[in-house]
């Protein structure tokens, strides 16, 4: 049974920083990626890494987030410093298995404040 368990979510105030981790089990995942979704809007992709660490991010993130995997957890990790009220939302983990099946953690809110 695939499970993605997020953690690491809060309130923070802008500038400050968060890191949020997302433990995978139940199979080997090739690409896991961070998505948010804020309230009244579309869940977007955030940043991605494949198994061999190459990472990529959206635009809005980028110098600010890092993206980063250890596989012999099976986690992926969010850093995210200098954040902004707009990085609020509810960030949700998804894993793909070499199969391409998709899966997806239960969300972690983060809320920045001003």
């Known amino acids: 049974q695939v499970q993605l368990v997020e953690s690491g979510g809060g309130l923070v105030q802008a500038g400050g920083s968060l890191r949020l981790s997302c433990a995978a089990s139940?199979?080997?995942?090739?690409?896991m990626s961070w998505y948010r979704q804020a309230p009244g809007k579309q869940r977007e992709l955030v940043a991605s890494?494949?198994?061999?660490?190459?990472?990529k991010y959206v635009d809005s993130v980028k110098g600010r987030f890092t993206v980063s995997r250890d596989n012999a957890k099976n986690t992926v990790y969010l850093q995210m410093n200098s954040l902004k009220p707009e990085d609020t939302a509810v960030y949700y983990c998804?894993?793909?298995?070499?199969?391409?099946?998709?899966?997806w953690g239960q969300g972690t809110q983060v809320t920045v404040s001003t």
């Open positions: 890494i494949s198994r061999d660490g190459s990472p």
């Open positions: 139940g199979s080997i995942f090739g690409a």
């Open positions: 998804n894993a793909l298995t070499y199969a391409y099946r998709e899966f």
